[in-house]
């Protein structure tokens, strides 16, 4: 699968954060401000989600903070009322926050006035929505040009620009249709060209793909990761579907009841879940699926014999294959072909059982 | 205690404060003939709100007029205007230039459907009140549309703004018209800018809702997607609010438009100045049924040719549209050039200027004369019909059985033998409803009873009120309690609860005819494509038509009196009913519908059990519209004597008597909103 490596698997730098989230609330009810606001920041977070219960508000995103870098894809991943949704909206601004900072580059976004704020939106954000948000008076071509008329383009340039855009999704042949006459997965193209219209370095995705047909999901998943392996975008995805969050994410970022229950790589979160409740998702994940063969190998077997070979990110279900009577040791090898350790047959099965069934044979 | 006997023993508190009364009624009634204050309200208890509002309306007026002129003066200048446009130009001008905007709207179909209005128009030597009418329309329109859009849009911006606006529709929608064109006659004067201002405050109401529905109704994710693109405030009001709430607004237009039509007809009552609701009026009032129905053939012709060119535009919206039209700037360019033509031919042809005498055919002394002779052949049956409705049906309800059932009319006496049977027949049934555990019909049995008995003019009036504000207090809790006690008080209050009776009376047949006719065609049309089919083009003409119209073919044939009101109020007020009907029991599921098949109903089970109750919800809002539309048309049918809160206020106006005018307009108000508010507490607690 074509991801980017994880930073502190790859045992590399970390790389600087593009996007910072840092102690982020958005508490709902009569006085949000005056409920967060005193000796507040000086109580646990336990203390303060009493607090504001107490006062008959209602947390939707409690102390959040996790950063994004440059080109990766966040994955926020919850049930619905967890909160996703609202963190991602915060981070856009089309809900303000109740306390907490987000940083762009180093500036903190919650600071922008409402000039400074269409201008960002303008340059460096694109967001595509669950119900996608097409305008159904105007074509194919016009809503996706409709950013750089916000823009005051002129009109041949956007609509230029617009064509390629639509080519870029797939959709060349349909520019002149309006929305009404495309298929869910047509309409969430022209809503993914849209956002990337304004070439913004910022992507939201807001469940892009939750109201489509499971089949037209994995394909329109399929095409995403196309996309950004081609525009290397900073991604925040949200999604509630457990699976779409293991196959697009770099990390994920699991929620529940407006805090953070975990955040890791996809690898991370299915060999070491963080408490029941994430448990609970990885249940029927098909894990020769997920694991690769870096995140279950032991060191190196080094009797001096030579060993079938498989990249580090290979994922299991074909690292498997190599098994057979006569091979008990699969070698992984990294980008330069050095081996940096071994498969064995125990080991993987135990892996994909979750330890705890092996332990009982 | 079990479940069951808990629930007998609750109902048990809700059933007996309704004894109580039935109790104490039995008392006042009892007493009635040496207390006469029982039934009749003592005029000494009264407060003259009417003459207080006369003197607060005299002082404003006094000082507000020079104003509220100088906007009459700007208003009829643009009326004279748009009046010499319209019948100064060549007739051969404004056919081509309507025949055009309706092609744009609708296609060829739409185009001819008006060339062959506007010839009957022609024909039949109304042109010029045809024109005079559709100048006021015009002007009044544009206004309408700005107010209702303007307020549409602040109450959409700001909650705060909706509370007022909300309630203030309410009023506007179910003040009889009339009631508002005193203070308004007062303000401006008299000649047509009173029509127009009238017609400017009734034709706004559904525009606001509509703009408010438009607005609320746009998809989040649009509003959020026109944020991220970083669009301005008006960038997202211009390019993605206004566009997607466009839609539901034309639909706010066309509604505003047959307003205005139907309020600038009315308007005629007022004095006329030869338009078309004029020529109707005066010909009705001296009995001309032919000329009546000529002119108001021209109204309905007026009304269908608005009515179709506006939901034109309006369905074009609609990304399904087929028909798209020229694109604006040829469209215009096209619209010019016709009209340049069409006036070089009117100067090439002087009859194509002003329609030639020659062609003008009017069959009105022909339609008298053969409404005499089916009148003089058919008059017995006519009567008949009509005598026996109103001796069986519409007397007793109005006097009571007690009054109505005399050897005149029903060829007997009410023996005392009789009456008791039929105390004793309404006691049977209320102890046989709390038998079996169903108390509410056994009470409902009983009061029915007694109101027939007594007639709407002969109940106690303390029952009235005690019934009413009981049955608001245990549908909907003491808020609903007071506003029904309040409404109902100031009935009493204000002198005029023989009147509001006497309105209650004529509705309350109106409106049970209309569920029992209104009902069984809806059911009928549910059941038949083909009746389905027969049905809608009927009810949308009842609909689209200016509410007198109703009345010419009723006053035609059964002269004035309250048959002929009932048969105009049922004619307007059974559309409703019939449509929800239709529709609540065409989209019952299929799926429940199966469901009851598989579990072995028969087909009238079938009905009974699952498709009623099922649409029971839709039927209620018909119901509670048909009340709306009969309360509506109850002030038109005054005009042809009936008495009542409608006559009232065509006394006031005749009168110029502001106060008493919006009294009992306000009376008409509240009664309907009496009505609305219990079914819609009925509605609730059914979900």
Same mark, same amino acid.
């Given at each position: 699968m074509p991801k980017s490596s994880d930073a502190a698997a790859a045992g590399a730098a970390p790389k600087k954060a593009k996007l910072s989230v840092r102690n982020l609330w958005k508490v709902y009810g009569d006085d949000p401000g005056g409920v967060t606001s005193g000796d507040f920041n000086g109580m646990t977070l336990d203390q303060q989600l009493a607090h504001v219960r107490a006062a008959d508000h209602f947390v939707a995103a409690a102390n959040v903070s996790f950063d994004v870098p440059e080109g990766e894809i966040f994955v926020i991943m919850g049930l619905s009322g967890s909160g996703k949704s609202t963190v991602l909206r915060c981070i856009s601004r089309l809900v303000d926050p109740t306390m907490g900072e987000v940083f762009l580059d180093g500036d903190d976004l919650l600071k922008a006035n409402a000039r400074a704020l269409i201008e960002l939106r303008r340059r460096k954000m694109g967001m595509v929505f669950q119900d996608f948000g097409l305008l159904p008076h105007l074509d194919v071509v016009q809503n996706v040009a409709f950013p750089l008329k916000a823009q005051r383009r002129p009109r041949e340039e956007r609509r230029a620009h617009a064509r390629e855009m639509i080519e870029l999704v797939g959709l060349k042949g349909k520019e002149s249709a309006y929305p009404h006459e495309l298929s869910g997965g047509q309409q969430q193209r022209v809503g993914i060209a849209r956002s990337l219209a304004a070439n913004p370095e910022l992507w939201f995705l807001d469940e892009p793909f939750s109201a489509l047909d499971p089949l037209i999901r994995s394909q329109m998943q399929d095409e995403f990761l196309r996309l950004q392996k081609q525009l290397s975008k900073t991604i925040v995805f949200v999604t509630h579907d457990f699976l779409e969050a293991l196959k697009l994410a770099d990390k994920i970022c699991i929620m529940k009841d407006g805090q953070i229950v975990q955040i890791g790589t996809p690898a991370e979160i299915v060999l070491h879940p963080a408490d029941a409740y994430v448990r609970e998702f990885i249940g029927d994940v098909p894990l020769a699926n997920v694991l690769a063969a870096e995140d279950v190998m032991g060191p190196a077997h080094d009797d001096g014999k030579d060993h079938p070979q498989v990249p580090r990110r290979t994922i299991l279900d074909e690292a498997i294959k190599l098994f057979d009577d006569h091979t008990v040791t699969v070698d992984v090898i990294d980008d330069a072909g050095r081996v940096i350790g071994a498969l064995d047959p125990l080991t993987v099965i135990r892996s994909l059982y979750h330890d705890d069934v092996v332990a009982d044979i | 205690m079990s479940r069951a006997a808990k629930r007998t023993l609750r109902s048990a508190q809700m059933a007996w404060p309704w004894l109580a009364l039935i109790a104490a009624t039995a008392i006042l009634v009892l007493m009635r003939n040496s207390t006469p204050a029982i039934v009749g309200y003592p005029d000494g208890w009264t407060i003259p709100l009417a003459e207080w509002t006369n003197i607060a309306a005299d002082w404003f007026i006094e000082r507000a007029q020079p104003f509220f002129r100088a906007i009459g003066r700007g208003l009829d200048a643009a009326f004279s205007l748009m009046q010499i446009i319209l019948t100064d130009l060549p007739w051969l001008a404004v056919c081509a230039i309507v025949a055009l905007v309706a092609w744009q709207g609708g296609g060829r179909r739409l185009a001819i459907i008006a060339v062959i209005g506007l010839l009957y128009i022609l024909i039949s030597g109304y042109w010029i009140p045809a024109m005079n009418t559709l100048s006021l329309v015009f002007v009044a329109l544009p206004l309408a549309v700005g107010l209702g859009f303007g307020l549409g849009y602040l109450g959409y911006r700001s909650a705060k703004a909706r509370v007022i606006i909300m309630p203030l529709l309410d009023l506007m929608q179910t003040v009889p018209a009339f009631a508002y064109l005193i203070p308004i006659l007062l303000l !401006? %004067? !008299? %000649?047509p800018v009173v029509g127009l201002v009238a017609s400017v405050i009734f034709a706004a109401p559904p525009m606001v809702r509509n703009t408010v529905l438009g607005f609320q109704s746009i998809p989040p994710a649009i509003l959020e997607s026109a944020r991220m693109s970083g669009l301005t405030g008006w960038q997202r009001f211009r390019w993605a609010e206004l566009p997607t709430a466009m839609r539901q607004m034309l639909i706010g237009i066309n509604q505003t438009t047959m307003a205005t039509l139907s309020m600038v007809i009315i308007a005629a009552i007022i004095g006329g100045f030869e338009d078309i609701g004029w020529e109707v009026l005066s010909s009705m009032r001296k009995a001309q049924f032919g000329q009546s129905l000529m002119s108001g053939l021209v109204i309905v012709v007026m009304a269908i040719l608005l009515d179709r060119i506006t939901a034109a535009f309006a369905a074009r919206q609609l990304p399904t549209a087929s028909f798209e039209g020229l694109p604006p700037l040829r469209f215009f360019g096209l619209l010019a050039i016709v009209a340049v033509v069409a006036i070089a031919a009117g100067y090439a042809v002087p009859g194509l200027w002003i329609w030639p005498e020659w062609v003008v055919w009017s069959p009105a002394q022909d339609i008298n004369g053969a409404v005499d002779d089916f009148l003089i052949r058919y008059g017995g049956a006519m009567d008949s019909l009509k005598n026996g409705a109103l001796y069986y049906v519409l007397l007793p309800v109005k006097i009571g059985l007690e009054r109505a059932i005399v050897p005149f009319t029903w060829g007997v006496t009410f023996a005392p033998g009789a009456k008791v049977a039929y105390w004793a027949v309404a006691a049977l049934a209320c102890l046989a409803g709390f038998a079996t555990g169903k108390w509410r019909a056994g009470i409902a049995v009983v009061i029915g009873m007694a109101f027939v008995y007594f007639g709407a003019t002969g109940l106690p009036w303390l029952s009235v009120l005690g019934f009413a504000t009981l049955l608001a207090w245990q549908l909907g809790g003491w808020k609903l309690a007071a506003f029904v006690g309040g409404s109902t008080a100031f009935l009493l209050v204000n002198g005029i609860w023989s009147q509001a009776m006497l309105s209650v009376y004529l509705c309350s047949v109106a409106v049970f005819t209309c569920i029992l006719l209104g009902g069984l065609l809806g059911i009928w049309g549910a059941s038949s494509k083909w009746v389905s089919g027969a049905i809608r083009p009927v009810n949308d003409m009842l609909q689209t038509l200016p509410q007198f119209v109703l009345l010419i073919p009723a006053l035609m044939l059964f002269q004035v009196g309250d048959f002929t009101a009932l048969l105009a109020i049922v004619a307007y007020a059974i559309v409703p009913m019939i449509r929800y009907t239709e529709f609540g029991l065409r989209s019952v599921s299929p799926t429940l519908i199966d469901a009851g098949i598989s579990s072995g109903c028969s087909p009238w089970q079938l009905f009974w059990q699952v498709r009623l109750p099922q649409a029971m919800p839709q039927i209620l809002v018909g119901l509670n519209q048909t009340v709306l539309y009969a309360l509506g048309m109850l002030v038109i049918a005054a005009l042809v004597g009936t008495t009542g809160l409608g006559q009232l206020i065509f006394l006031a106006l005749g009168r110029a008597d502001a106060g008493a005018g919006l009294v009992a307009g306000l009376g008409m108000a509240l009664l309907a909103m009496i009505v609305d508010r219990i079914l819609q507490a009925v509605m609730r607690r059914r979900l």
């Open positions: - | !401006f %004067g !008299f %000649g």
